[in-house]
């Protein structure tokens, strides 16, 4: 079975919990910590969090008026399914490579804007998280590969 690569459509950040992401074109990824410069890096298991393209497009499809970074996620990447991906995989994106430790996450207020405006949301379900097991940087454009996929 071919694994496909993927690309980096946007790096999103923000600088403080409970505020938006806004997206930047590159982020320095630290082994242990995640995106230096964004709020929820730190030592833990959700040390960075991704999303797919498709994820994004199929709210599109519903009404949502959504955009890079408005999942909450670091990382949109197109090309690769990240939500099939099993816990362990581990994928290099760009000069980082990171590991994925849990598939989806409840959402913090049960029915945030995107759930209001059209009644479901994907990063609960479609999103995935990961913590970086070596640093480097990122930048939109960059190859998303499976460099080892768990069973």
């Known amino acids: 079975m071919s694994i496909p690569k993927g690309q980096v459509m946007a790096i999103n950040i923000s600088e403080k919990r409970g505020i938006k992401k806004h997206n930047i074109d590159k982020a320095y990824v630290k082994a242990d910590w995640g995106i230096e410069v964004d709020a ?12 797919s393209l498709s994820s994004v497009e199929k ?8 955009h890079y970074g408005d999942f909450a996620e670091n990382l949109t990447v197109d090309g690769i399914d990240v939500a099939v991906l099993p816990l362990g995989t581990r994928l290099k994106i760009g000069e980082a490579e990171i590991e994925v430790t849990q598939i989806g ?3 913090h207020n ?6 209001k405006q059209v009644g479901t949301c994907v990063m609960p379900v479609e999103g995935i998280f ?14 998303v590969e499976v460099i080892e996929l768990q069973q």
Not at 40 to 51: D, F, K, P
């Open 40 to 51: 929820h890096s730190g030592e833990w298991h959700r040390q960075v969090s991704l999303l």
């Open 130 to 143: 990961a913590r970086v097991l070596s640093s480097g940087w990122v930048k939109t454009g960059d190859v």
């Open 59 to 66: 709210m599109r499809a519903m009404g949502a008026d959504v």
């Open 105 to 107: 996450k409840e959402c």
């Open 110 to 115: 049960k029915a945030c804007a995107i759930k």
